[in-house]
């Protein structure tokens, strides 16, 4: 079964700095998707930025890019130019493409704080 | 367009008693997902639907556990005799038509079972 692993279970930054958060997983298969959503107060999941395994380019998303090392089974998130309205919990996620297998496995998460 | 609702957004129960939690998915969305997520953890996954079947229940917990999704749109999350395990916030999803399609979250209901 994969596996996820967060290690920072709580990360700071100050406003308008750059701050990586730390993600990795364990699989055997060779391609999947790996995702980091970020969760404010409210709940509510809000997908941030994915992966497809198979593409050796990063992911970027405005201030939001990863650092993926697939053989090392590693995907890092940076946040540049961190606003207030970062501040949130950032969980990693994997999911398999094999078909019937929808599901997503997530980390248990970083709480980032934002310093103004 | 309206996102992902469930309702209620709280629900308080005693041990024992049968609950019911509600997800409405974004319109048009045949894939729709259930996740329970713990204090300090992240969400695990409990079932996945794909239009009205329920086509990977791998994550229900043990029998106490069902859902539903009879019109292919709501789904209901039912838990029997609920015990105070039980208490966590519970995630519906939905997605356009699953595989790649990114999942789109509620807000969660959380459950506390005294």
């Known amino acids: 079964a994969q596996t996820v692993t967060q290690s920072q279970p709580e990360m700071s930054v100050q406003e308008a700095e750059t701050v990586t958060l730390s993600c990795t997983y364990d699989?055997?298969?060779?391609?999947?998707?790996l995702f980091w959503y970020k969760q404010p107060p409210s709940r509510q999941m809000i997908l941030v930025i994915r992966?497809?395994?198979?593409?050796?380019q990063n992911a970027t998303e405005n201030r939001f890019s990863v650092n993926f090392q697939k053989a090392a089974k590693s995907f890092s998130l940076k946040i540049s130019d961190s606003q207030l309205g970062d501040a949130a919990m950032y969980f990693c996620?994997?999911?398999?493409?094999?078909?019937?297998?929808?599901?997503?496995?997530f980390g248990k998460g970083t709480k980032l704080t934002v310093n103004p | 367009g309206a996102g992902v609702s469930q309702t209620p957004s709280n629900k308080v129960t005693e041990k024992g008693k049968y609950v019911e939690l509600r997800c409405d998915p974004i319109?048009?969305?045949?894939?729709l997902y259930w996740y329970r997520q713990s204090l300090g953890q992240g969400p695990e996954f409990l079932i996945y639907?794909?239009?009205?079947?329920?086509?990977?229940d791998s994550g229900l917990p043990n029998d106490r556990f069902f859902a539903v999704r009879p019109e292919g749109s709501v789904s209901t999350l039912k838990i029997q005799r609920t015990e105070r395990g039980d208490s966590a916030v519970y995630l519906c999803?939905?997605?356009?038509?699953?595989?790649?399609?990114?999942?789109?979250f509620g807000p969660g209901t959380r459950l506390t079972v005294l």
């Open positions: 996620a994997y999911r398999s493409p094999q078909g019937g297998s929808e599901k997503l496995v």
């Open positions: 639907f794909q239009g009205t079947g329920a086509a990977d």
């Open positions: 999803a939905s997605s356009s038509s699953g595989g790649w399609d990114t999942q789109y």
């Open positions: 699989t055997s298969e060779s391609d999947y998707y």
């Open positions: 992966q497809e395994a198979y593409k050796q």
């Open positions: 319109s048009g969305h045949t894939a």
